[in-house]
């Protein structure tokens, strides 16, 4: 009979990941496949428990130790994603799963395996980057341009009453002509940016580790960029340069990008939107605040609820499109986190996420 370790040992000789098995009672490694000499271009003998920590990326020492001291015999993790940093002095982005395994002579031994992810978390993050800039222009344009075109909408009917007794066919041609194109490019920009929304929420939600401070800096570019454009001044700020917390990026970001939608609606131009990131006690807090007109008291009861009747027109007749507030509330909850916003008409709202922070310590 063929002893099934051989086969399993065949099968890890000749895959792409790097197999291992480390036993932790002894504090040695048992086994390393072939893939590791192809990533880390080290020999055997010369690797220890002690030189592969070193190679840990420092930001992420503290979630692999909070996941190490969480380990428990028989119960498999997976999907774990960190940095090291190898002797070709480059970052690499590492995918881990293993298990904890009780074996002859009470001995714990961790077995699993290790994945190099790097050229796919780039490209992920290439098209995350891509997507925060379109959502932030889609903003922009539902903002800055349905406004104009509702206005220029508003003139073509004015203008048709007082031509209305001039009886020149042409003319009211013309002006009617006006009135069907900006109404029908209003209704396409509505529609684009909602059907956008729906998507997002639409897939299953898959969360990584994230530095939210640097996620931020990026998605906050394109509205820096578009402040003359807008109208409003936009501020970020955050407590520590790097804060750490497990979320789906696409569907969190779309929450944060809806909320600041909601304020650019909701502020007078000159007025100021302001994001921050506060990480404290194993906890991350967002806020997204204008000083804008607020909420008025009669929606506060009600705004997170379904089929609420709180949604307003925006201050240049924008129309409610988007996430709505119930979404944004499942999407935190979906987060292990909380939602809550804190108003007074004519002195601007803020918007609060508490979520779990994903180190114990404050990177």
């Known amino acids: 009979m063929i002893n099934p370790a051989t086969l399993l040992l065949a099968l890890a000789e000749h895959d792409h990941r790097i197999c291992f098995a480390f036993n932790i009672t002894k504090n040695s490694l048992v086994y390393l496949n072939p893939a590791f000499d192809a990533l880390f271009k080290l020999p055997h003998d010369v690797v220890t428990p002690k030189l592969l920590y070193s190679m840990i990326h420092a930001d992420d020492i503290g979630y692999l130790k909070a996941i190490y001291q969480d380990l428990r015999p028989d119960v498999f993790i997976d999907n774990i994603e960190f940095r090291m940093i190898l002797p070709d002095t480059k970052e690499y982005i590492i995918r881990l799963s293993m298990f904890l395994g009780i074996f002859e002579k009470q001995e714990h031994v961790l077995t699993g395996y290790m994945e190099d992810i790097t050229a796919i978390k780039i490209n992920e993050e290439k098209g995350r980057e891509l997507g925060s800039k379109k959502n932030a222009i889609l903003n922009i344009i539902s903002h800055d341009l349905a406004g104009p075109l509702g206005s220029i909408k508003n003139f073509a009917f004015l203008l048709s009453k007082k031509t209305k007794d001039l009886e020149d066919e042409q003319v009211n041609k013309f002006i009617t002509s006006i009135e069907t194109l900006s109404n029908r490019s209003i209704l396409m920009i509505q529609e684009f940016i909602k059907q956008e929304f729906i998507e997002t929420v639409g897939v299953d939600i898959v969360k990584t580790r994230v530095n939210l401070v640097e996620k931020f800096k990026s998605f906050m570019q394109e509205y820096y960029i578009a402040e003359n454009d807008t109208g409003k001044n936009f501020n970020f700020h955050s407590s520590h340069p790097r804060i750490y917390a497990e979320v789906d990026e696409n569907k969190f970001m779309q929450v944060i990008n809806n909320l600041i939608s909601n304020s650019l609606k909701f502020t ?11 990480q404290k006690q194993g906890t991350v807090i967002i806020s997204v605040g204008d000083n804008g007109v607020g909420i008025p008291e009669k929606f506060h009861a009600r705004l997170f609820e379904k089929f609420s009747d709180s949604r307003r027109t925006g201050l240049k007749g924008e129309p409610s499109v988007g996430l709505g507030m119930s979404i944004i509330k499942t999407i935190v909850e979906w987060h292990h986190g909380r939602i809550w916003f804190e108003s007074e008409e004519n002195k601007g709202s803020t918007f609060y996420i508490e979520l ?8």
């Not at 007078?268 to 506060?278: E, M």
């Not at 779990?356 to 990177?363: E, F, L, M, N, V």
């Open 268 to 278: 007078p131009d000159g007025g100021k939107i302001t994001i921050s990131i506060i």
């Open 356 to 363: 779990p922070g994903s180190d114990k310590q404050s990177s």
